[in-house]
Every structure is written in structure tokens, then in C-alpha cells.
């Protein structure tokens, strides 16, 4: 288990994960704002065709 | 069956809700900009979520489990050169600042600035071609996941995957890019959930100790026959030679694969494109790690109790080790992203090809502009040809070894090509058209050789990185001696920033 390869295997996955998580709360609010802003002048510059 | 009720439940409201998100959408498309690159409207951290959503598509979590399998976390590798290329281009700004800078809509359209409209439309051509053909196995694999992950019957497949894609078909070619933003958003809220609540369930299901140790005794009995599990440089897993191809590979896809570099065209400026990058790097890791480590989990699992079942292979043996592992509820959020993941990735992948078919086929053999609506009616038949395409292609077509090979090799038709002639078109005055030419016919010899040799003499085939290196090799080579054996002018590309 001290292998350092195996070690290294180790950080990479569980930082992956924890990075995974952050992810989708971080970016997925963030995101979801411009997403928001998006449609918005989206809605402003082209209203829907009727 | 293996899904419960609740299972097929949250499977049904997220697939009809994408769906009315996707074609909600539509209301807003004006123009084929709006249909192919949302009117270049994008912010930094949309990009993330589109462009993460697009390139963890469940034929990702296929393969990546398949290298898991085969060859433990070694196999990973590949992610972690992957995220070091997206980080080394998100530092430099390498081909992707003056790229977006240059305001195309495709990288075969600044191909015409350089080298002239012939030199695009061939490009358009090998672009094309090998994204169809990498293209071709999507439907399969995600397929065989649900197969295997529900315990449906295998005679269903074909309908099954045939209904995806008509959904995804329905959203793309009435909602175009817009539509892949909104759906791209939910999917990747839902694949980020299902990736990180399934890996944690794996990881206590197997047991961190016992997967390292089973993996080391399996290496130590075999007597170092099988693939090093943790050393992807060892002999017996990929080797240097197979390490060094996938960097340049990597770095090649990161600045010309059209599916990300339609995200980094439809940001607001470069500077957003280049931190998208950045940010975005690490997240390739994860994308070849966790699902890779389910595959290891797999692996593990089955040796321990009693061996792989019949009708199981290295690719299907993740489904059904999940499938026997995860509890309901989670088994359904698993599924649910997993069709959301290969939804966000068809219609992504059918969007940016039909754009460069549209952009830089048949455009430039037009004698007459279409009107806008001729344009939007021209992509959307398109789009449904490409579908068409998958649904026979993706039926008959076998795969000659592992799916990554194949994804690599036939991403290779174009990746060496192209990627030589964007260094040369940007960064090297002396190009001409000449060079390009010959660096788009030599690239593309290796690759489309091995997937020949593959079908007519199996015996005789070719390593994978003997086949994508020397396409890399030769496409260089072709655009030295080809632009410095003439004299043929070529414009200085001088790109102006645009908003």
C-alpha cells in the first residue's frame, strides 16, 4: 500500500471525487445564472415568434 | 429487470423534462448562428457545464471502464494527459486564442483564410469523416450499458437506442446549440450526482484495501504477464511509445476536436475561452477515473465471486457489477444520468458535425447563398442524415479491439492533419497550401490503414500507436517539405478579435 504509484492513484481518485462534487454545486449555480441571463436577453433581443 | 419502480420513475422525469427544456428552446433560434453557436452568448462557467456535459458521454463511462478492466488504473492514464493538455492550452492560450480570435464558426473555415476554399473543403471532408466514424459506436455501447445495467432484454436494444435518439434528434434540430445549453446544464447536474454518489457507493461496496491488494496479487501470480495495474509505462500495460502518441493525441484533440472547439467558438472572447480551459482541466481526471474505477471494481468483484458469467465481456461487466451492487433509488439516478450522459453527448456530437458538413461541404459549392431559412431547413436535414447514418452504422459495425482504440484511431483520420495544419496556418508564415495538402492525405494514410487492416486481414494488424504516431509523423513531414518544395503565396493570417 506504500507503493507510490498506488499512492498516487490513490490522491488522484479521491481528489477527483471531492473535485467532482464541488463541481456541480460551484459551477452548477454559477452556471445556472448565466443559463438565466442567457434566456433573459435572449427574451429581450427575440421575443418569441408567434 | 433489475430497476425497481422508483427507478424507472426518476428515469421517466428526467428524460421527459430534458426533453421539454430542449424544445422550449427553439422559440428563440432567428439564424443558423444561433442554431450552431448560440450566437456566441456563451460565459465562462456555461462553457464548463456544456463542455464537461458533451465529452462525459456514456460511451466514456464505457471505455473507460473497459481500460479499468483491462488494465487496471493504469488504463487512466490516459484522463490525466488528457487534463494536462486542456491545462498547458488553458495557460498558453496555444492555438485556441488566435482561433477564437479569428471569429470562424469552424476550424476548416480559417483553413480558407490561409490555404483557400479548396484546402477547406477538403479539410471539411477529413473532419467529417472521422467524426462520423468515431461517432459510428455511441449508440452500441450506451446500448449495452442499459442492457446490462437493467436487465432488459438484449432483443430491445436496437428500439431502445433508437427512441433516445429520436428524442435527442427532436430537441437538437428544432432547438440547434441553444437547446444543447439548456440540456447540457441539466445533464451535467445530473451525471456530476450520479458519477460522485456512484463511486462512493463502489468504493465502500469493494473496499479500497481489497482493491489494491487483489489487483497486486492478480499482477504478482499472473508472473508479469497481465497489464501492470499501476504503471501505465511498464511493458506489459501501454509502454512509452503508446504514452507519448496519447500526448501529442491529447494535445491534438484539445485544440481541433470539433466538439470542444465549438465551445471555446461560441464564447464571448478568448479570455473566457482560455480560462474555461483551465478550470475545466482537472475535471478530465475524474472523467477517466471513476468510471475506470468502477471497471477495476468489476474486475475485483467477479474474481471473487466465482469468475466473469458467461455472456459478459470486459465492456459489459461494469453494468452488471453495478447493477448487482446499487441499491434502488440510486440505481435509477445511475441510469437516468448515464441516458443523460450519452443524450447531451448525440446531440453535441450531431450538432458540431452537421455544422461542419453544412459549414464547409456543401456551403462552399453553393453558387447561391441561402436565404436564412434555406440555411436552418439545410443543417436540420443534415442532422437527421447523420442520425440515420448511426442508427446502421452503430448496428453492423465491429469493433477491431478496445473501444478507446478505436475512438483514437479514428479521431486520428483528421486529429494529426488538422492539428498540423493549424500550427503551420497560425504560426508559421511560410505554409502554404502546397504543405496542406499533402499534411491532410499523409495524416490520415496510418489511421484509416489500421481500421482496413482490421476488417480484411486481422492478423496482420497494426499496433494502435504505430498507426496514430506516424500519422502525426507524416503530416508534419508533408507540410514542411510540401510548403518549402514551393513558392505557392500564402496570406499572413493576421486574426482580429471579435465579440
Given at each position: 500500500?506504500?507503493?507510490?504509484?498506488?499512492?498516487?492513484?490513490?490522491?488522484?481518485?479521491?481528489?477527483?471525487?471531492?473535485?467532482?462534487?464541488?463541481?456541480?454545486?460551484?459551477?452548477?449555480?454559477?452556471?445556472?445564472?448565466?443559463?438565466?441571463?442567457?434566456?433573459?436577453?435572449?427574451?429581450?433581443?427575440?421575443?418569441?415568434?408567434? | 429487470?433489475?430497476?425497481?419502480?422508483?427507478?424507472?420513475?426518476?428515469?421517466?422525469?428526467?428524460?421527459?423534462?430534458?426533453?421539454?427544456?430542449?424544445?422550449?428552446?427553439?422559440?428563440?433560434?432567428?439564424?443558423?448562428?444561433?442554431?450552431?453557436?448560440?450566437?456566441?452568448?456563451?460565459?465562462?462557467?456555461?462553457?464548463?457545464?456544456?463542455?464537461?456535459?458533451?465529452?462525459?458521454?456514456?460511451?466514456?463511462?464505457?471505455?473507460?471502464?473497459?481500460?479499468?478492466?483491462?488494465?487496471?488504473?493504469?488504463?487512466?492514464?490516459?484522463?490525466?494527459?488528457?487534463?494536462?493538455?486542456?491545462?498547458?492550452?488553458?495557460?498558453?492560450?496555444?492555438?485556441?486564442?488566435?482561433?477564437?480570435?479569428?471569429?470562424?464558426?469552424?476550424?476548416?473555415?480559417?483553413?480558407?483564410?490561409?490555404?483557400?476554399?479548396?484546402?477547406?473543403?477538403?479539410?471539411?471532408?477529413?473532419?467529417?469523416?472521422?467524426?462520423?466514424?468515431?461517432?459510428?459506436?455511441?449508440?452500441?455501447?450506451?446500448?449495452?450499458?442499459?442492457?446490462?445495467?437493467?436487465?432488459?432484454?438484449?432483443?430491445?436494444?436496437?428500439?431502445?437506442?433508437?427512441?433516445?435518439?429520436?428524442?435527442?434528434?427532436?430537441?437538437?434540430?428544432?432547438?440547434?446549440?441553444?437547446?444543447?445549453?439548456?440540456?447540457?446544464?441539466?445533464?451535467?447536474?445530473?451525471?456530476?450526482?450520479?458519477?460522485?454518489?456512484?463511486?462512493?457507493m463502489v468504493i465502500i461496496n469493494i473496499g479500497w484495501t481489497n482493491l489494491i491488494t487483489t489487483l497486486q496479487?492478480?499482477?504478482?501470480?499472473?508472473?508479469?504477464?497481465?497489464?501492470?495495474?499501476?504503471?501505465?509505462?511498464?511493458?506489459?500495460?501501454?509502454?512509452?511509445?503508446?504514452?507519448?502518441?496519447?500526448?501529442?493525441?491529447?494535445?491534438?484533440?484539445?485544440?481541433?476536436?470539433?466538439?470542444?472547439?465549438?465551445?471555446?467558438?461560441?464564447?464571448?472572447?478568448?479570455?473566457?475561452?482560455?480560462?474555461?480551459?483551465?478550470?475545466?482541466?482537472?475535471?478530465?481526471?475524474?472523467?477517466?477515473?471513476?468510471?475506470?474505477?468502477?471497471?477495476?471494481?468489476?474486475?475485483?468483484?467477479?474474481?471473487?465471486?466465482?469468475?466473469?458469467?458467461?455472456?459478459?465481456?470486459?465492456?459489459?461487466?461494469?453494468?452488471?457489477?453495478?447493477?448487482?451492487?446499487?441499491?434502488?433509488?440510486?440505481?435509477?439516478?445511475?441510469?437516468?444520468?448515464?441516458?443523460?450522459?450519452?443524450?447531451?453527448?448525440?446531440?453535441?456530437?450531431?450538432?458540431?458535425?452537421?455544422?461542419?458538413?453544412?459549414?464547409?461541404?456543401?456551403?462552399?459549392?453553393?453558387?447561391?447563398?441561402?436565404?436564412?431559412?434555406?440555411?436552418?431547413?439545410?443543417?436540420?436535414?443534415?442532422?437527421?442524415?447523420?442520425?440515420?447514418?448511426?442508427?446502421?452504422?452503430?448496428?453492423?459495425?465491429?469493433?477491431?479491439?478496445?473501444?478507446?482504440?478505436?475512438?483514437?484511431?479514428?479521431?486520428?483520420?483528421?486529429?494529426?492533419?488538422?492539428?498540423?495544419?493549424?500550427?503551420?496556418?497560425?504560426?508559421?508564415?511560410?505554409?502554404?497550401?502546397?504543405?496542406?495538402?499533402?499534411?491532410?492525405?499523409?495524416?490520415?494514410?496510418?489511421?484509416?490503414?489500421?481500421?482496413?487492416l482490421a476488417q480484411v486481414m486481422p492478423q496482420h494488424q497494426i499496433p494502435a500507436e504505430v498507426a496514430g504516431?506516424?500519422?502525426?509523423?507524416?503530416?508534419?513531414?508533408?507540410?514542411?517539405?510540401?510548403?518549402?518544395?514551393?513558392?505557392?503565396?500564402?496570406?499572413?493570417?493576421?486574426?482580429?478579435?471579435?465579440?
Amino acid at each position: 500500500m506504500k507503493d507510490p504509484y498506488v499512492l498516487a492513484w490513490g490522491a488522484l481518485l479521491f481528489t477527483s471525487i471531492a473535485w467532482y462534487g464541488f463541481l456541480v454545486f460551484f459551477i452548477g449555480a454559477r452556471a445556472g445564472k448565466e443559463l438565466k441571463t442567457l434566456i433573459k436577453d435572449l427574451t429581450i433581443a427575440r421575443p418569441p415568434e408567434k | 429487470m433489475t430497476l425497481s419502480p422508483i427507478d424507472w420513475i426518476i428515469v421517466v422525469v428526467y428524460v421527459v423534462g430534458c426533453l421539454s427544456a430542449g424544445l422550449w428552446m427553439r422559440r428563440f433560434i432567428r439564424g443558423v448562428d444561433d442554431f450552431t453557436i448560440a450566437g456566441r452568448e456563451v460565459h465562462v462557467n456555461l462553457g464548463i457545464a456544456s463542455l464537461a456535459a458533451t465529452e462525459m458521454g456514456l460511451v466514456t463511462v464505457m471505455y473507460t471502464a473497459q481500460l479499468g478492466y483491462e488494465k487496471g488504473f493504469s488504463g487512466e492514464i490516459i484522463g490525466v494527459i488528457m487534463a494536462a493538455a486542456f491545462l498547458l492550452v488553458g495557460l498558453t492560450g496555444f492555438v485556441i486564442r488566435p482561433l477564437r480570435d479569428a471569429g470562424v464558426m469552424t476550424i476548416p473555415e480559417l483553413f480558407e483564410k490561409r490555404f483557400g476554399h479548396r484546402v477547406r473543403w477538403l479539410a471539411g471532408v477529413f473532419v467529417a469523416l472521422g467524426g462520423l466514424l468515431n461517432m459510428g459506436i455511441f449508440l452500441r455501447l450506451g446500448g449495452d450499458f442499459l442492457v446490462h445495467a437493467t436487465g432488459m432484454p438484449a432483443s430491445w436494444l436496437e428500439s431502445v437506442m433508437t427512441v433516445l435518439l429520436v428524442l435527442v434528434l427532436l430537441y437538437t434540430v428544432l432547438g440547434g446549440m441553444l437547446s444543447v445549453l439548456v440540456t447540457d446544464y441539466l445533464q451535467f447536474i445530473l451525471v456530476g450526482l450520479g458519477i460522485v454518489t456512484t463511486s462512493v457507493m463502489v468504493i465502500i461496496n469493494i473496499g479500497w484495501t481489497n482493491l489494491i491488494t487483489t489487483l497486486q496479487d492478480t499482477w504478482t501470480a499472473s508472473g508479469g504477464t497481465l497489464p501492470h495495474p499501476f504503471n501505465p509505462a511498464h511493458p506489459t500495460s501501454f509502454g512509452w511509445g503508446y504514452l507519448i502518441w496519447m500526448f501529442v493525441f491529447q494535445l491534438a484533440v484539445v485544440t481541433t476536436w470539433q466538439t470542444t472547439i465549438s465551445r471555446v467558438l461560441a464564447t464571448k472572447d478568448s479570455g473566457t475561452a482560455t480560462r474555461m480551459y483551465r478550470r475545466v482541466s482537472y475535471y478530465f481526471v475524474g472523467r477517466f477515473l471513476l468510471p475506470g474505477m468502477w471497471g477495476i471494481a468489476a474486475f475485483v468483484y467477479f474474481k471473487q465471486h466465482g469468475g466473469l458469467p458467461a455472456g459478459l465481456n470486459s465492456m459489459t461487466a461494469m453494468p452488471r457489477y453495478l447493477s448487482a451492487v446499487l441499491p434502488i433509488g440510486l440505481m435509477g439516478l445511475l441510469v437516468a444520468a448515464m441516458i443523460a450522459a450519452e443524450m447531451s453527448t448525440i446531440s453535441g456530437y450531431m450538432l458540431t458535425w452537421a455544422t461542419v458538413i453544412y459549414n464547409d461541404i456543401i456551403t462552399p459549392c453553393l453558387r447561391n447563398p441561402l436565404s436564412n431559412k434555406g440555411q436552418l431547413l439545410l443543417t436540420r436535414m443534415i442532422l437527421l442524415g447523420i442520425a440515420v447514418f448511426l442508427l446502421f452504422f452503430g448496428l453492423w459495425y465491429q469493433l477491431p479491439g478496445d473501444a478507446w482504440t478505436f475512438l483514437a484511431v479514428t479521431g486520428n483520420i483528421y486529429l494529426a492533419s488538422v492539428f498540423t495544419l493549424l500550427i503551420a496556418g497560425l504560426y508559421w508564415p511560410r505554409a502554404n497550401a502546397t504543405g496542406a495538402y499533402a499534411a491532410l492525405l499523409l495524416g490520415a494514410i496510418g489511421p484509416i490503414t489500421f481500421l482496413v487492416l482490421a476488417q480484411v486481414m486481422p492478423q496482420h494488424q497494426i499496433p494502435a500507436e504505430v498507426a496514430g504516431g506516424s500519422s502525426f509523423g507524416l503530416a508534419f513531414l508533408g507540410m514542411i517539405v510540401g510548403s518549402l518544395a514551393t513558392r505557392a503565396p500564402a496570406p499572413v493570417l493576421n486574426p482580429q478579435p471579435t465579440a
